[in-house]
């Protein structure tokens, strides 16, 4: 090796630099040939990977970001479900809840004629009560009824009113019949809503 690096010395200047040249191009030729291209391969697939986790990773922070927003958003939608559910009776609470409109109208001052509660009609979680009404009375105990209803804990739907003219126009106050339909709603419990979709499938010969 010593004997080597002495002729290469000993050589002209132009010689040596082309020798050297040679060598260090050589050196290259082995890096690349042994080192460099068999792993070129791996190395764009690792640049393929980091490219890949660093936008899981932001993806991934921004849902972090955005998780404690989304939490208070699911206890804003629970404790809004928690109040529509708690102004849907049950099934045992219905009388309690029609008395409860009936002595509305007594109380306000009103005549009950008639207070007859009709079939239900079923939704996907709840079902319609509707009740058809029937007092006699003045405008302003019918107005009175109507805020006492208004303001009951339950949902109550007051439609249709009909007032007909009193026969004794003369009579101070006035007293009118009014008649109307209020609908209350009450909750389905899971085994009643499988119990209504096999029955309203068995009338359309289906399964639910």
């Known amino acids: 090796m010593n004997d080597l690096l002495a002729r290469i010395f000993d050589m002209p200047a132009r010689q040596r630099a082309l020798v050297l040249v040679g060598i260090v191009g050589f050196l290259f030729f082995v890096y690349g040939y042994f080192l460099y291209w068999p792993r070129s391969q791996e190395i764009d697939d690792k640049r393929a990977d980091l490219t890949r986790l660093v936008a899981d990773r932001d993806r991934k922070a921004k849902l972090a970001a955005n998780l404690e927003e989304a939490k208070k958003a699911v206890e804003v939608l629970k404790a809004e479900l928690k109040e529509a559910v708690a102004q849907l009776p049950d099934t045992k609470e219905i009388p309690d809840l029609l008395s409860s409109i009936s002595d509305a109208g007594r109380a306000s001052g009103l005549e009950i004629v008639q207070f007859r509660q009709l079939a239900e009609s079923y ?8 009740v058809e009404i029937l007092v006699r009375g003045t405008f302003f105990q019918v107005e009175a ?15 249709n009113m009909g007032m007909k003219s009193p026969d004794n126009v003369d009579n101070d106050p006035v007293t009118l019949e009014t008649s ?8 389905l419990d899971e085994a009643e809503r499988e119990r209504i979709a096999k029955e309203q499938a068995a009338k359309k010969g289906g399964k639910p």
């Open 180 to 187: 109307c339909a209020a609908t209350t709603f009450r909750f």
């Open 145 to 159: 009824f109507l805020n006492r209803v208004s303001n009951l804990t339950r949902i109550v739907n007051v439609r």
């Open 123 to 130: 939704q996907d979680f709840y079902a319609e009560v509707p």
